[in-house]
């Protein structure tokens, strides 16, 4: 009786259905969902070429004060050949390109950027390294323009990309030994969330992370490994650095003082804020980076 009742109850429950996830829509999705907030908020887009131009001098900085512990820069260190060429893309102000120029033959830095590439071509005139080739363009068009390479490097720069699977495909194209990806496994402004409900009246909407990174890799045929590590760069010699980038990331503008001022922005990341080592910290999850690689062959 009860092995009956068993087959009964198989026969008459549905089996589960779960839709697959469709990674490059989710992608599209969020991005959408962050310019269109953007635009709202009348807000310079990660997008546009005007953002980076007034970012570029923090970016320079970032690059000076990039510790030789990275993580990224120790799992370049292990990937790299004297002889190989490596390209860079969207390299900034040569945070990653100048700490592998020493090991390579050649360092291609893609850029869309020109004050991006003028910070980095000044860093690495100071550094002596000329073995760093700075290529204005974006991917995945500056593809067509480029010589095989042994590697690619991408470090976060991705997030406002709204068709992804170009991205990746061209990626897989360029790629020669290896390819080495950066991305952040949480929000990077998840800590501002109580001032971006004070100052619009809503909270901001996710980007892209890991996970979505990763489901999109395997939607164009590649598996790939995953080391997860914290980063170097949520440390500050001074609070107003912060400040300087906390009203970039809310949409912060002069106008909307009388809203949230940004005295009161400073104030609230003081009180966030952990003072050890000569600099400010902050500790939150937007500091855990996933490595992503894979090789070919």
């Known amino acids: 009786m009860i092995n009956a009742l068993a087959a009964m109850t198989e026969t008459l429950t549905p089996p589960l259905s779960v839709e697959p996830i469709d990674w490059f829509a989710r992608w599209r999705d969020r991005v959408e969902a962050r310019e269109a907030q953007n635009v709202r908020w009348q807000s310079p887009r990660m997008g546009d070429l005007g953002f980076w131009a007034v970012a570029a001098p923090r970016f320079a900085r970032m690059t000076r004060n990039l510790p030789t512990t990275d993580p990224f820069v120790q799992a370049m260190r292990v990937r790299v050949q004297p002889d190989d060429v490596i390209l860079d893309i969207g390299a900034g102000a040569g945070r990653y390109s100048l700490p592998i120029a020493p090991w390579v033959k050649q360092v291609i830095a893609l850029d869309p950027s020109p004050e991006m590439l003028q910070q980095l071509q000044l860093i690495a005139a ?172």
């Open 126 to 297: 100071e550094q002596g390294s000329p073995n760093i080739q700075t290529l204005q363009g974006s991917w995945p068009e500056a593809l067509a323009d480029l010589p095989p390479v042994d590697g690619v490097i991408c470090a976060h720069a991705f997030y406002w990309v709204r068709e992804m699977e170009p991205y990746l495909q061209a990626l897989k194209t360029a790629t020669g030994r290896f390819c080495l990806m950066q991305i952040r496994t949480h929000q990077i402004d998840a800590f501002l969330d109580p001032l971006f409900l004070r100052l619009h009246g809503e909270s901001r909407p996710p980007e892209p992370v890991f996970l979505d990174l990763y489901g999109a890799l395997t939607q164009v045929g590649i598996w790939a490994d995953v080391q997860i590590a914290k980063g170097s760069s949520r440390s500050y010699p001074e609070v107003e650095e912060l400040t300087e980038f906390a009203t970039a990331l809310l949409c912060w503008r002069p106008e909307l003082a009388s809203v949230l001022s940004r005295e009161e922005i400073h104030a609230y990341l003081e009180g966030i804020l952990e003072y050890r080592d000569g600099r400010y910290w902050l500790n939150d999850q937007a500091n855990q980076m996933a490595m992503v690689s894979w090789q070919k062959g």
